[in-house]
């Protein structure tokens, strides 16, 4: 993940999680990089309709790349071919599967998946 993200921005983003959340920077860093394999895997798949979804967990880590817009308009325009990913939460979380099945298709993409960020994963 370290090869797609700036060191200055990841840097910066991990202290924006160890400022937010009760995180040390090694929970801050699993958390973000799954964030980033859950966007670019979605970035990846764009019109597919595959309905895929984060944990509890990996969700702060999007927010946190979605909050810092500048650099996630970057992220869009380069890995999305300039199209934006909108970000649609829903109020109630799904309870479907989409969660496990989001792991299998990042796995698939070959991005590495820290299985316990997606601990509601069975859901």
């Not at 934006?84 to 829903?90: E, G, N, Q």
Request: hydrophobic share 45%; net charge negative.
């Amino acid at each position: 993940m370290r090869d797609v993200v700036p060191a200055d921005l990841w840097d910066k983003q991990v202290a924006l999680l160890m400022r937010d959340y009760p995180y040390d920077s090694i929970m801050a860093a699993r958390v973000l990089g799954q964030g980033y394999a859950y966007l670019l895997t979605a970035m990846a798949h764009r019109g597919e309709s595959l309905g895929l979804a984060p944990s509890t967990l990996v969700d702060i880590g999007v927010h946190t790349i979605i909050l810092d817009t500048v650099n996630y308009a970057e992220l869009c325009n380069t890995y999305n071919n300039g199209h934006f990913l909108h970000h649609v939460p829903l109020v109630e979380f799904k309870n479907d599967g989409s969660v496990i099945k989001t792991t299998h298709r990042i796995a698939a993409d070959g991005w590495e998946v820290d299985l316990s960020l997606w601990t509601d994963a069975a859901t």
